[in-house]
Structure formats: structure tokens, C-alpha cells
């Protein structure tokens, strides 16, 4: 059998090998258009920023790897430039020479990611504007940085004595991941970096109350975010910088500009062969990765996939899926019956010592497709036991069906062990799990890694006393005109408090039921909603209507107190 391969990095690399590791007789060819296979494309930012210093490091196999390793006829420089899915061959373009070769297959696997998004604005070729794909694309940027050194130091400007060093400005278009990642590791390099982002928030797929933390977390570690504007596009301005023009009419100056639009499908061959493409503009694919032609298979960026909670197609542009995918093709086509799941987007980012992670469906999703059996929690648990060094807050958002208790998404964000509680809620939703299991899931425990309650048994617990309407809840959308008591000492009150909230420490409660209303619902607020949800049950128990409010004060004003030292 053979099998040609299109695009050596994450899908087509996992492929190769994985083929090779069931099927010692398959005659595989990889051809990869630029000049390096399996890289690490997720390490690019940190390059550029020197916390990966030495650009081999990010080539984590090479052709000779894969020829000597996998027996892989693995060629870089070589660009697959049509299908004739009729006869079953590939024409093959030597970048080098341009000459063009044509080879026949039995299976045909795509893998040709998505390429980062270019708007055809004014002035988007100027020297200094750049995107982060590919090695090369680190490369060029640290070289500018190198190059330009002396002219971003203001030296070009030098007037006699001159000790002060202005900061050089670095634009990024783009408030995702490689965005913020890129930006993050800029501002280590010393420059003064703005975000631009069009929509409302950064980091789309999570909901906006959780960005508004992120948001002004990596405000306070140097990055200027500007929220609502888009990129309308860029000019020469003086000493060789540039000027960022938005639409809102905003000009932003800037030594080095960083495109991070996001990423579009490459569908270029799939389109040439005929092969459906779906809605969303990714090649379509069946849960074996087969294209809409039998023989031939897409894997990574550029498919769409089925959403694991909404189940709508969807496009997932994550290395994980991506490495899956590619195994999964190999094993079809190696006679095996693997199937992809469908994509849950786990993701992480770490950004100045903080982690923001999430899976899952998030609110504004479920709210955008019109489903409204759901419930969702805040919390805000230590990371790990109180009383040993070094914990610190996790904000969590936990979304569950409010008829069955089935996880739907998780996001979670802190300055210690926040991967691994998402990593569990990623496993735990994948496994159709409910807020009931996660009570009792059995998690790794001692005082500098967790809490007997891991914050995973405690999101659990907390979804489950709602569900089990021990704790009737309510959000700060719904309760603010409602009777509000507030459950904390009056010397928290006194850093912020809410306007015409009555005030009885939970200490005092029992004791002062008779202050509060029979007739009225009572809202309850405490710093986190703990302290308030034992005010609750006292409550409840004592024949009031009362709700917990979720998340207490910190989910009503999330960014500003959750990251107060
Ligand atoms: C800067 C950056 C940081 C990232 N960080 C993370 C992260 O932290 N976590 C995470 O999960 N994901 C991350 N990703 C995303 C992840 O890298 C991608 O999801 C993954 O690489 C997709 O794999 P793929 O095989 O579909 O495409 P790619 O890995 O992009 O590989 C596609 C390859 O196909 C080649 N190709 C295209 N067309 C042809 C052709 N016609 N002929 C020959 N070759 C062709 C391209 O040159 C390219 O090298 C990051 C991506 C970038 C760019």
C-alpha cells in the first residue's frame, strides 16, 4: 500500500509514524512545503521571547529521523500543487527547482493546517509587520528585534546625553492565544505592547465575565489592551516605524506588528480535488477522518469537527486534536475501526505566572444555540490546602444540565495548578460525566498539591447541593433588585460593599433571624457564596425563602478583587 502524506507537522507527522508503527510494509511518502517537519509550533512565542533560546530545540524530529526511524521517504521544499483523485496521484512541486513530479497513491492524507489570516489592508507588507506560524516566522521576528536593536533603543535619535532607554512599541493584532502568548514574551523583551482585539473581549472561546479576570491580569503585568477596534491598516510613519491605523480612527506606534487574526482552513488541494467542504470552511470528514472520497483522508487545522457538547461542526485549531486525528487515519488506514470523538477545544494559556483553562461548552455558546437547560457556578477554591505556602485562588466557572447534571464546560483561571482541574473536568466531560461524579471523584491529596476537597470535588459538590435544591442560587443579573443580605464582617464591608444590602455577619444570623423578611426571597452575598451558603441553609432550615448568590462578591466584580494582592 501507498500512502502520501501532505504536511509534516502535527496531523501528517503523527500519521507517518503511527502508520509505519502498524504497518512495516506501507511504502509512505510525507512531503512537507517548508523547510522543517514536526516542529513545535507551540513554542514559537517563547522563542521569540528567548525562554526558548536555541531554535533547534524547537525541531523535534527531522527527515532524517523520519527516514532512518520510520522508514519515511520524508520531503521537505515540496509542495503537493494538485489531486487527481480520478487516477489516484499527487503532482509534487520542488520548491527549490520548481520542478514538478507526479506520484500515484493508495491513501491520500491531508494535513495542511490553517494559515494565519491576512487581510488585504493598506500598507499590511510593510517591512516590521509579521505573523508566528512557522519557524521561519521566529526567525525573521527575532532577527528585527536583534537588528533593530540600536534603532528601537532611540539611539537613531541620540542628542548628546541620553541615559534614559525608551521602551519600543510593539503592536499585536489579535487578542487569542498566539496573540496574548506572543505579546506576553514582547513585553518580556522589553517592548511597551498594545493588544488590539475587534471583539468585546480577549480570548474568545471562554465567557466575559472570566476574560474581564484575564484582562486585568495582563493589564497589571505591562500589556495595554484596546477592546472593540479593529485593524483599518498601517503606515510608514517617521525613523522607519510604523503607525497601526483602527477603525475607530486610532493610530497606535509601533518598532514590530504582530498579525494574530486567527487562522483559516487550508483548503486550496481539497477544494482542487473536488472534496466537500463544510460550513463552517473546513474540510468535511466522517468520525474516521475520511474525506468526502474514500481514499483520501484530512486530519488537524484544517478539518471541521463535531463539537463534543453541542455536537454542531465546528473548527478546532489545537495540537491535541490535531496529533489524534493524524493516529486515528493511520489506524483506518491501516484496517483498524478508530474513530475521533469530536473536539472538546481544551485549551490552556499561561500568561505572566497565571493559567486560564477551559473545556467544554462555554455560556455564550449554549445561550447562542438556544439552550437554556443549563446552570452554571462560580467558585473561587484555593489551589491547595490554605494553611500551606503558596496557594492561592482558582476562578472557576462550571456550566452543567440543569435536568440530568452532565458536565458541559468548565473554565478556570489562578496562578497555581489550574491545568491539572481542567485536565480533570476535560476527562470527567468526555466520559459523560455529572457534577454527582465529579463529588466523588477520588483525586491526588496532600496539603502542597490539594485539598482533601479538591476544587474539582468541591465545583462537584457546590453543582450538586444546587441540583439537589439544597442551595437554591441566584446570579447578580437577577438578584440585584431582590432583598440582598450580606453575610460578611462589617470590615469587609467596608472595602466594598453593595448598596442597600442589609448587613448580618453569619456568626450573628441565627440570632437575628427576626430582622429579616418571611414574605421576601433573600438573597444571600459573602465574599466566595461559602459563607453564604451556610447562611442559606440556616435559612432555609429556619423557614425563609433564601439564594445563594454565585460567587458572592468576587463573580460580581470579578477582575477587580480576585487579583488584589
Ligand atoms: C504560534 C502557535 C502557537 C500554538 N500554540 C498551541 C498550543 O499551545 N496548544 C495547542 O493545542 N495548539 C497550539 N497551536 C496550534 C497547533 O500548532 C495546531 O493546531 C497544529 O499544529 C495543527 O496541526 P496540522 O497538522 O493541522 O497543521 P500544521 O501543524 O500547521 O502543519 C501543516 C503543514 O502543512 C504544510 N502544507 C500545507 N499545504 C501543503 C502542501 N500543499 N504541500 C506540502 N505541505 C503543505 C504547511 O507548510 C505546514 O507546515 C499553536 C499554533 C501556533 C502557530
Given at each position: 500500500?501507498?500512502?502520501?502524506?501532505?504536511?509534516?507537522?502535527?496531523?501528517?507527522?503523527?500519521?507517518?509514524?503511527?502508520?509505519?508503527?502498524?504497518?512495516e510494509k506501507a511504502e509512505i511518502i510525507m512531503v512537507e512545503r517548508g523547510p522543517y517537519v514536526s516542529y513545535a509550533n507551540c513554542g514559537l512565542p517563547y522563542h521569540i521571547g528567548g525562554v526558548i533560546e536555541k531554535e533547534s530545540s524547537l525541531l523535534v524530529a527531522n527527515e532524517k529521523t523520519f527516514r532512518e526511524q520510520f522508514a519515511v521517504d520524508c520531503r521537505t521544499r515540496c509542495e503537493a500543487i494538485a489531486i487527481a483523485p480520478e487516477k489516484k496521484t499527487v503532482q509534487l512541486r520542488n520548491v527549490a527547482t520548481g520542478e514538478v513530479t507526479t506520484e500515484s497513491y493508495d491513501k491520500l492524507v491531508l494535513s495542511p493546517g490553517a494559515p494565519s489570516i491576512r487581510p488585504p489592508l493598506p500598507g499590511i507588507d510593510l517591512p516590521g509587520i509579521f505573523q508566528v506560524r512557522t519557524v521561519p516566522d521566529a526567525r525573521a521576528i527575532r532577527e528585527w528585534i536583534e537588528k533593530g536593536s540600536l534603532f528601537l533603543s532611540g539611539m537613531n535619535n541620540y542628542s548628546g546625553f541620553q541615559t534614559v532607554r525608551p521602551k519600543p512599541h510593539a503592536v499585536v493584532i489579535g487578542g487569542g492565544f498566539i496573540g496574548l502568548e506572543t505579546a506576553e514574551n514582547l513585553v518580556h523583551r522589553g517592548f511597551d505592547a498594545v493588544v488590539l482585539?475587534?471583539?468585546d473581549q480577549i480570548l474568545a472561546p471562554i465567557d466575559q465575565e472570566m476574560a474581564r479576570i484575564v484582562e486585568g491580569y495582563v493589564e497589571r503585568h505591562g500589556i495595554r489592551l484596546a477592546l472593540n477596534d479593529g485593524v483599518a491598516g498601517f503606515k510608514q510613519a517617521a525613523n522607519d516605524t510604523l503607525s497601526v491605523l483602527t477603525k475607530s480612527g486610532k493610530s497606535h506606534p509601533a518598532d514590530l506588528v504582530i498579525l494574530a487574526l486567527g487562522v483559516r482552513p487550508d483548503t486550496t488541494l481539497a477544494k482542487s480535488a473536488g472534496l466537500?467542504?463544510?460550513?463552517?470552511?473546513?474540510?468535511?470528514?466522517?468520525?474516521?477522518?475520511?474525506?468526502?472520497n474514500p481514499d483520501i483522508f484530512a486530519v488537524g487545522d484544517a478539518v471541521e469537527v463535531k463539537d463534543f457538547v453541542t455536537g454542531e461542526w465546528s473548527l478546532i485549531a489545537l495540537a491535541g486534536p490535531a496529533n489524534r486525528q493524524g493516529r486515528i487515519a493511520a489506524d483506518v488506514i491501516a484496517g483498524r475501526d478508530s474513530r475521533f470523538r469530536g473536539s472538546q477545544g481544551t485549551s490552556v494559556i499561561g500568561l505572566f505566572g497565571a493559567t486560564a483553562a477551559w473545556t467544554g461548552a462555554s455560556e455564550k455558546t449554549l445561550k447562542r444555540?438556544?439552550?437554556k437547560d443549563y446552570e452554571k457556578i462560580y467558585l473561587y477554591p484555593n489551589s491547595h490546602a490554605g494553611y500551606y505556602p503558596g496557594a492561592r485562588p482558582i476562578a472557576m466557572k462550571v456550566i452543567f444540565r440543569k435536568s440530568n447534571g452532565k458536565l458541559l464546560g468548565a473554565q478556570a483561571l489562578g496562578e497555581d495548578n489550574v491545568d491539572k482541574r481542567v485536565s480533570a473536568f476535560a476527562m470527567a466531560l468526555q466520559m459523560g460525566a455529572t457534577i454527582y461524579d465529579l463529588e466523588e471523584a477520588e483525586l491526588c491529596y496532600a496539603p502542597q498539591f490539594g485539598s482533601a476537597k479538591d476544587p474539582v470535588n468541591f465545583a462537584g459538590m457546590v453543582a450538586a447541593d444546587v441540583l439537589r435544591n439544597d442551595m437554591p442560587l441566584s446570579h447578580w443579573d437577577s438578584a440585584e433588585k431582590g432583598y440582598l443580605l450580606d453575610v460578611r464582617e462589617p470590615f469587609e464591608l467596608a472595602v466594598e460593599n453593595v448598596p442597600g444590602a442589609a448587613n448580618i455577619p453569619l456568626g450573628?444570623?441565627?440570632a437575628r433571624l427576626?430582622?429579616?423578611?418571611?414574605?421576601?426571597?433573600?438573597?444571600?452575598?459573602?465574599?466566595?457564596?461559602?459563607?453564604?451558603?451556610?447562611?442559606?441553609?440556616?435559612?432555609?432550615?429556619?423557614?425563609?425563602?433564601a439564594?445563594?448568590?454565585?460567587?458572592?462578591?468576587?463573580s460580581r466584580t470579578h477582575a477587580a478583587v480576585f487579583w488584589q494582592d
Open positions: 500500500m501507498k500512502v502520501i502524506i501532505v504536511g509534516g507537522v502535527a496531523g501528517g507527522a503523527s500519521c507517518a509514524a503511527r502508520l509505519r508503527r502498524l504497518d482585539e475587534m471583539g466537500e467542504i463544510g460550513q463552517r470552511g473546513g474540510i468535511r470528514v466522517d468520525e474516521q477522518m475520511r474525506t468526502s444555540i438556544g439552550d450573628q444570623l441565627r427576626g430582622e429579616l423578611p418571611r414574605d421576601k426571597e433573600i438573597f444571600v452575598i459573602c465574599r466566595s457564596g461559602q459563607r453564604a451558603y451556610s447562611a442559606t441553609r440556616l435559612l432555609l432550615q429556619n423557614g425563609f425563602k439564594r445563594n448568590l454565585a460567587g458572592g462578591m468576587l
